[in-house]
């Protein structure tokens, strides 16, 4: 008996660029892989810039979490990274996919596409368990981060008045999201799109 032969993923033609946000567990990191893969386009994780970071400081994610909790100078570090990228990108014709919780609002009017991702706290800490923070460090972290944009930049990580989709995670698979955001990304057409909000470059 011939085994089936597996569905074939999905492949989109499209040179957006695209942001993709949330808190810990979201998702974001799934639905970045399945969109890069659609697309053939690369994608910068501001968790993977963090974890460099934390290796070019010989800490742990939990002891860099502390440090710049106490000086401004790690946050900047990252944001000004991401904030390149997508200056890089944002002018770059292709597409490009830039994941971090700021990543939204550094990309600004440079994004065609913002994406927020969200799902109950609950489901987050469970998606959470295997990674290196604690469910207690990823609360205290969330908190903490809030503040510390607040401070630095007048950002407020609540509002999300300026996203062009905001998807609760919990409510779909995984494919059945990606197939929600490929369907948006696909449809897009910019020469019709009258409803960009506008959004400042932060001052890093």
Request: hydrophobic fraction near 35%; proline fraction near 3%; charged fraction near 30%.
């Amino acid at each position: 008996m011939l085994e089936e032969s597996p569905t074939p993923r999905r492949s989109v033609d499209s040179n957006l660029f695209i942001t993709v946000s949330g808190p810990p567990g979201c998702g974001a990191t799934t639905l970045c892989e399945g969109l890069s893969r659609a697309l053939d386009c690369g994608y910068v994780s501001g968790g993977d810039i963090f974890r460099e970071l934390a290796e070019d400081h010989e800490m742990s994610l939990s002891q860099l979490i502390a440090k710049a909790d106490e000086k401004d100078d790690i946050d900047r570090a990252l944001d000004r990274r991401l904030r390149t990228i997508a200056e890089q990108w944002g002018t770059a014709n292709k597409a490009f996919i830039l994941e971090s919780r700021l990543a939204g609002w550094l990309a600004g009017n440079r994004a065609d596409l913002r994406i927020w991702l969200d799902a109950p706290e609950e489901i987050r800490v469970d998606r959470t368990r295997d990674r290196e923070e604690m469910e207690a460090e990823m609360r205290v972290r969330e908190v903490s981060e809030a503040g510390r944009y607040e401070s630095y930049y007048g950002i407020d990580v609540t509002d999300q008045s300026f996203y062009d989709l905001r998807i609760n995670t919990a409510r779909w698979s995984p494919d059945a999201l990606l197939e929600i955001v490929l369907t948006a990304v696909e449809e897009y057409e910019a020469n019709s799109d009258e409803g960009a909000f506008h959004t400042p470059d932060v001052e890093l």
